[in-house]
DNA sequence: GCCAACGTTGGC
DNA sequence: GCCAACGTTGGC
């Protein structure tokens, strides 16, 4: 098979609540997305993003809002345990063990950009003019990314050899 | 801080 | 099932 089967995810951070420098420096550069809370990206979570799966770790809600850098899925949609913890942000009381509502996935660092590609880049960009995350109104914090999107986020940060990690 | 867009809630 | 009210997201 030419083609691997893996796709490519956009996941919106606020940074101040958790940045790809706090990725990078967990001791095994992995953390679980937790916290989504809302369906549409639930069901990405829990059905569709695979194992090796490419990960474009977005910064929102800051003065300059950008793609940061790449990470890639390591483990597949399991319950998101936060939402069963009553001392967590995000308890949702409706979860229970036996219908856990909302899910997650873990992804592991893989780089950060010397350059951030903030929204300006990438509406300049044909091709990454038309993301998801540019559009007007879009809110959801896991959303897909083409194949080409991908590739050219990573030729334009200066990271092409990326694009097959 | 403003506000548009969106999702959810709840009365009816 | 409709829809107004409300809360949240997130760019600017």
């Given at each position: 098979m030419s083609k691997s089967s893996r796709r490519f995810w956009l996941m919106k951070s606020e940074p101040n609540c958790f940045s790809i420098d706090d990725l990078a420096a967990m001791p095994d550069r992995r953390e679980h997305w937790d916290g989504v809370r809302n369906y549409q990206a639930r069901n990405l979570l829990r059905d569709e993003i695979k194992v090796g799966d490419g990960v474009l770790f977005y910064h929102s809600n800051i003065p300059s809002p950008a793609i940061v850098g790449v990470a890639k899925v390591v483990r597949e949609g399991y319950p998101d345990f936060t939402a069963l913890d009553p001392t967590s942000d995000h308890f949702d009381p409706k979860a229970t063990q036996e219908t856990p509502i909302w899910y997650m996935v873990d992804i592991e660092y893989v780089a950060t950009f010397e350059h951030p590609l903030d929204r300006e880049a990438l509406r300049r960009h044909p091709l990454l003019?038309?993301?998801?995350?540019?559009?007007?109104?879009?809110?959801?914090?896991v959303q897909p990314v083409t194949f080409e999107q991908w590739q050219t986020v990573l030729e334009v940060a200066g990271l092409p050899h990326l694009v097959e990690v």
């Open positions: 003019a038309e993301m998801g995350v540019l559009k007007k109104g879009n809110r959801l914090s």
